[in-house]
């Protein structure tokens, strides 16, 4: 539950990034969190795991149907929210995207 706590509060750091994604329910999984996402890249379950051993997260994105889509190893804490927001939200054509969807 601490660790939980813990990578919330690295999330919490960049919320407007965090809101993009669709962020919720979130919960604490064994060393780590689990929530959801809508995002450009993928919608769906996310799991952060804190890798005790090499003091670094562990990322992976998961289909509806439970298989693993990417994973992500080794990440540090001040990259733990730019490492999500590639997995989750940006494309190539991003901007354009977010124009598009927003009327900008």
């Known amino acids: 539950m601490e660790m939980a706590k813990y990578i919330l509060a690295i999330l919490r750091s ?3 990034i965090v809101f993009s994604w669709g962020f919720n329910s979130a919960r604490a999984i064994e060393n780590g969190l ?3 996402v809508q995002g450009y890249k993928h919608t769906g379950r996310v799991e952060v795991v804190y890798d ?8 992976r994105t998961i ?6 889509k990417e994973q ?3 990440i540090y804490a001040d ?3 730019d490492c999500i927001d ?13 124009r ?3 009327g900008m």
Do not use: H
């Open 100 to 102: 598009k969807t927003y």
């Open 14 to 16: 960049q919320l407007m």
């Open 52 to 59: 005790e051993g090499w003091d670094l997260f562990n990322v």
């Open 34 to 36: 689990a929530f959801y």
């Open 63 to 68: 289909n509806r149907d439970g298989t693993t």
């Open 86 to 98: 590639r997995l989750v939200e940006k494309t190539d054509d991003y901007a354009s995207r977010v």
């Open 72 to 74: 992500q190893e080794g």
């Open 79 to 81: 990259g733990l929210v």
